[in-house]
């Protein structure tokens, strides 16, 4: 069984920086795309970011400049560093991951429990 634990969520005021981090638990897997996604009230769940497994990026426009994604594939980890956030940020910020899983010989998808950040004014 694998699963992505997620942390680093909270009230923050606008300006301020919050550190989003997700491990993937469990054996007999490998990691390859993982991202984050934010859905917010009353509205689908968008990608932010994500990384693939060879370290490509990429940002949705809305937070390019103020977000950075990284993994550290020793951990089996990505991690969200978000800077100057707006209120327009708020949401629940979901891990995702793609992971190929020996049992199967295959890749499924995985998905964090979500992590609510909320930006003040």
């Known amino acids: 069984q694998v699963q992505l634990v997620e942390s680093g969520g909270g009230l923050v005021q606008a300006g301020g920086s919050l550190r989003l981090s997700c491990a993937v638990s469990g054996s007999g897997f490998r990691s390859d795309r993982m991202g984050w996604y934010r859905q917010a009230p009353g509205k689908q769940r968008v990608l932010v970011a994500a990384v693939s497994g060879g370290g490509r990026i990429e940002y949705d426009d809305s937070v390019k400049g103020r977000f950075t994604i990284s993994r550290d594939n020793t951990k089996n980890a990505v991690y969200l560093q978000m800077n100057s956030l707006k209120p327009e940020d708020t949401g629940v910020y979901y891990c995702?991951?793609?992971?190929?899983?020996?049992?199967?010989?295959?890749?499924?998808?995985?998905w964090g429990q979500g992590t609510l950040v909320t930006v003040s004014s």
């Open positions: 995702n991951a793609d992971v190929f899983l020996l049992s199967v010989f295959g890749n499924r998808e995985v």
